[in-house]
């Protein structure tokens, strides 16, 4: 992968191209917390694969990409979103629901350590959500 200003300049333009068939799947609500209205933004699931899909971004708000970001913002209650998201039709919001519930968990969230003991997705979609933190 190509890394500094150019390469990450390449890569957006990349995912630009998606934006399209992002605002159509997600019909213009944030993929994990349902916002309408908001501007949205495309985001790769990590770990980043080397060719970007569509598959691999979700398209999400700002609110959201923040306290994927930085951990230590992360407002618990704003994530009961998680609920649904984990039941996602797209699996790039179920394994980003899925390591979000976590990482509530891991904070002691206990709805969260809930709804994980009870959480059923595919190996691979887990798999995926295990690969990073
Ligand atoms: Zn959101």
Redesign the pocket.
Known sequence: MSTGFQGKFHRQNQLSRFAKDLVRRSRSH?E????HG?KLEIFEVPPIAEEPSVDGCLF??E??RKQIENPKKMIPSAWR?LNNSLYSEVPAAQAMSFRMLKRLAAKKEHWASELLEHAYLDPEVEDWANAAD
């Not at 994990?32 to 916002?35: F, I, Y």
């Open positions: 944030c994990l917390c349902d916002k908001v999400i708000c609110g959201c979103c």
